[in-house]
């Protein structure tokens, strides 16, 4: 893949914009003047509903599945206790240094049992972004983390996510204040001239190494694939083509306020919800920015940006990928639920095609399998897509506060 890969992955299905134009029928279904705590509010009571049997998604089966006594409840990373963050980081440090399960020879790169994750995500890439099964993938692959922590590293809480609506100034926030309880600081400060990521972005505040908090010092060892950070800060290439040679170099950030200030607002996610009435709609305006707007998905990426965090391919290198890409999919949650009358009709919506760079790959079916390699929790490899339209049924059992 070329280096203007994350471009085209963010902006690849622009042009369906004029297609689907984000026009505003009068539907008494649609409830337009909610806030995002509001919304979020109403998804979580129907999540509710369905499991004590009131409510149907059509796929939860409260009886012999996910019931409310085994429920997970996953919370935004600022909501946590300081011991509950202080075991977060400890699972992650621990999944950063158990070994990898892949064959050296073929990933050299691949130094953990964290980077397993990373060349999973880097080689599933192209078919798991800007297609029907964009969402699912990665509810299932986050899932799949949050299980290797659990499995692996006796993590007893849940997956947090950062709600991208809660904090304006994000370099003071609880999730990179660079605090013992943060996931580490922004970079170190350096002289560096933002970048195009589908607009121009100034640079922010960081741009260098992360020196401050849990993950100072972070050794990255694979990639980059596709950088969009200042080539003059220098990042290294990778020696082998396809991004899995042993490229050690330190964890870069820009944590930058450009998009929570503009495009990520309350009031963002909360139009974004309620003007999408199909899926096919609400995924493209979610991950194609627009002349006037950066898409959620991707200004979440850009928010942290630097090295692997703005990297399509490798961004999961970047331990905050994990909170970002938790409230993607809460947002999806949100989406679903949050219209009692629309819950089981959005649960079982599938739309788009399987390739990003093929606008006219063959289209997804829910019936289709999706794949995690070595990440895989036990017996749960090649799980359906129709299997993660619900967080409470299939494989899951969880909802979002
Ligand atoms: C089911 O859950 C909803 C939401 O929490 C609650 O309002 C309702 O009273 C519950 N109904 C039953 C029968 O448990
Ligand atoms: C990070 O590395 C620098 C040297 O490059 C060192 O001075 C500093 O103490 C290290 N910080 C941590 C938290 O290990
Ligand atoms: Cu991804």
């Not at 999540?47 to 599945?65: E, F, H, I, Q």
């Not at 019931?67 to 980081?89: F, V, W």
């Not at 495009?263 to 096919?280: E, N």
């Amino acid at each position: 893949m070329t280096a203007g890969s994350l471009l085209q992955t963010f902006t690849v299905y622009l042009g369906l914009l004029a297609v689907f134009p984000t026009c505003i029928h009068a539907s008494p279904l649609v409830q337009r003047d909610l806030t995002a705590d509001q919304i979020a509010a109403q998804a979580l009571t129907n999540a509710y509903k369905v499991l004590n049997g009131t409510l149907s998604d059509g796929m939860t089966r409260p009886a012999t599945g996910c019931s409310k006594d085994k429920l997970q409840i996953r919370k935004e990373y600022g909501d946590l206790s300081k011991a509950e963050q202080s075991e977060y980081i400890r699972a992650v440090k621990c999944i950063l240094n158990k070994p990898s399960k892949l064959d050296n020879t073929k990933y050299p790169g691949a130094k953990s049992r964290y980077d397993d994750f990373v060349v999973v995500h880097m080689n599933m890439t192209p078919s798991v972004h800007g297609t029907a099964n964009f969402m699912h993938w990665h509810r299932y692959y986050i899932w799949a983390y949050e299980t290797a922590l659990k499995t692996e590293c006796d993590f007893k809480g849940t997956q947090p996510y950062w709600n991208w609506g809660k904090y304006q100034d994000l370099t003071t926030s609880p999730i990179f204040n660079g605090d013992e309880w943060s996931l580490g600081g922004n970079g170190e400060y350096v002289k560096h001239n933002g970048g195009f990521v589908g607009r121009q972005i100034p640079a922010g505040p960081g741009g260098g190494c992360v020196k401050t908090g849990p993950f100072a010092n972070l050794t990255i060892h694979l990639g980059p694939l596709s950088s969009t950070i200042d080539p003059a800060l220098g990042v290294k290439s990778n020696p082998r083509r396809d991004g899995y040679g042993d490229n050690p170099r330190c964890l870069r950030r820009d944590v930058n306020n450009y998009f929570v200030t503009q495009f990520l607002r309350p009031v963002d996610i909360a139009s974004h919800i309620t003007t999408s009435t199909s899926i096919l709609t609400f995924q493209d305006t979610l991950q194609n920015d627009t002349p006037q707007k950066a898409a959620l998905h991707s200004g979440g990426h850009f928010s942290i940006w630097g090295d692997p965090g703005g990297d399509v391919y490798v961004s999961p290198a970047e331990p905050a990928f994990w909170l970002h890409h938790g409230q993607l999919d809460r947002h999806w949650w949100m989406w679903a639920n949050y219209l009692e009358d629309q819950v089981k009709a959005r649960t079982q919506m599938y739309e788009g095609g399987t390739s990003w760079m093929a606008p006219n790959s063959a289209k997804g079916k829910p019936t289709d399998k999706q794949w995690l390699s070595v990440v895989a929790p036990t017996g749960m490899e090649g799980v359906q897509s129709k299997e993660m339209f619900s967080t409470t049924a299939g494989p899951f059992c969880y909802v979002y506060q």
